[in-house]
């Protein structure tokens, strides 16, 4: 079982700043868990700081709370699914639980879980200075502390908090890029489960790249076969592979590499409902299709779950013997402006592609729905651009790389060998634009707040 713990920066930077105090400061949230298969993720939100009258004891190296420092917030804690989470600091302390911290988890646990009615309570500590914070966090049930694997802060950047005890680095394969990213870079990507929605033209590239960069943990979801138009484009995929799922000659691609990388392989439409699951247990999600009902899933998923993503496009075409074209590279997190305010998402087609395939392709015969059977041009040397420019975004937002510019959008320019930077705004009354949305965990979200213009 792995599991992970998502925030976003607003909740996570008052507890930072708290750090500066000279006594420890607590707070509780209200988390969402979701699970797959042994995967759990907390999504954490709504953090609200004790009152000053809820301390029993309140020192620069503890503290203890009365039942009314966190009963009231526990109670707004909804029955359905929500999960308390109680936080609190070690100013220029250790990131790490003490035995006071074991005895307050599980006395205050106990009561959280009755008073919410969960099973399980989640607890962080967040040590050190507002310079250098450090997030610590762990499950707790009647039984038994779990510790947190994965620590996700989400904002323009990404900040990945390990424990101690995270895996070692093979210094002989990565040597190089140790030398460029830092022990630390290549530490955080090592921990790190990336989801891939589509494994084609753009997928797979991106998903070579991102495993001989030693990422720890590949999602691959996609439920097209191999044809012989594929190995013109598809990374690890040859004409002995034909009417397999692309899915599975990736992963044994990834496999044959011997690197640390697990993959796996979902040979499924990102609609269902497992997909949804499997990609809210990622820390990143590069979207590789060109569908547009698909990029709804994405949308929904970087402002819901807090799992941002990086949407990737290439349109290409040849008009009088001219290569005209551009490539796309979209970052859609809190914060940026999701795919539909950034004009990536054709609510027309998106409706077209949920169509039974039979009912579609009559439609698209009288004129009625845009005809998608029709193969659009591909060039596997304008499909990897993407993907390294994507998987370039990548380890810029996660290894902060690059003083950020604000832009959340890269364009290249394919015919006039240029790239440009800009940043779409969000809509009113789109999730992106309502900060009361994101990171709920919610399986859905009102239509009318995806498709407001
Ligand atoms: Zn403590
Ligand atoms: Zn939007």
Redesign the pocket.
């Known amino acids: 079982m792995r599991s992970r713990l998502a925030l976003h920066c607003r909740d996570a930077n008052p507890l930072i700043e708290a750090l500066a105090g000279p006594v ?1 400061t607590a707070a509780i949230g209200r988390g969402r868990l979701t699970r797959s298969v042994d995967d759990h993720t907390v999504v954490v939100t709504d953090i609200t700081f004790v009152a000053d009258e809820g301390y029993l004891e309140r020192s620069a190296t ?2 203890t709370l009365r039942p009314e420092g966190w009963s009231p917030v526990c109670r707004q804690i909804s029955l359905a699914g929500d999960v308390p989470v109680l936080l ?1 600091t ?1 100013p220029n ?1 250790s990131a790490a ?2 035995a ?2 074991d005895t ?1 988890d599980r006395t205050v646990g106990a009561e959280l879980r009755r008073t919410a009615g969960s099973d399980v309570v989640v607890s962080v ?1 967040v040590a050190g200075t507002p310079a250098a914070p450090r997030f610590v966090a762990r499950l707790v049930t009647a039984d038994q502390f779990r510790g947190v694997d994965v620590i996700r802060i989400v904002g323009d950047r990404v900040d990945i908090h390990l424990p101690d005890d995270a895996a070692p680095l093979r210094d002989d394969v990565h040597d190089r890029a140790i030398r460029a990213l830092g022990k630390r870079g290549k530490r955080t990507l090592g921990s790190l489960r990336v989801g891939f929605a589509g494994a084609g033209g753009t997928g797979s590239p991106a998903i070579e790249q991102v495993a001989r960069l030693g990422v720890g943990e590949e999602l691959v979801i996609d439920n097209d076969v191999v044809t012989a138009s594929t190995v013109s484009r598809g990374y690890g995929t040859t004409l002995n592979d034909l009417g397999r799922p692309k899915v599975d000659v990736v992963a044994e691609h990834i496999a044959r590499m011997g690197l640390d990388t697990t993959v796996v392989a979902l040979n499924q439409d990102i609609r269902t409902e497992s997909s949804r699951l499997a990609l809210a247990q990622c820390d990143v999600v590069f979207g590789c299709t060109d569908s547009h009902a698909s990029r709804i899933v994405l949308s929904r998923l970087a402002y819901l779950h807090l799992v941002p993503v990086i949407d990737l496009g290439v349109v290409v075409a040849n008009t009088a013997g001219r290569l005209n074209g551009w490539g796309r590279v979209t970052w859609a997190a809190p914060g940026a402006a999701c795919l539909l305010c950034g004009g990536h998402i054709d609510p027309q087609i998106a409706a077209t592609e949920s169509l039974d395939p039979t009912e579609r392709r009559r439609l698209a015969a009288e004129g009625y729905v845009p005809d998608l059977d029709e193969p659009a041009p591909s060039v596997i040397a304008y499909t990897t651009m993407v993907a390294a420019e994507g998987v370039a975004e990548f380890l810029d937002r996660f290894l902060d790389l690059h003083s950020h510019d604000g832009a959340s959008e890269t364009l290249l320019q394919l015919s006039a060998h240029k790239k440009r930077r800009s940043k779409p705004h969000p809509r009113t009354g789109c999730i992106c634009n309502e900060p009361i949305q994101w990171g709920t965990g919610r399986a859905e979200v009102d239509l009318d707040l995806l498709w407001a213009s």
């Open positions: 420890e503890h503290l609190h070690h302390g639980f003490s006071r911290d307050f500590v």
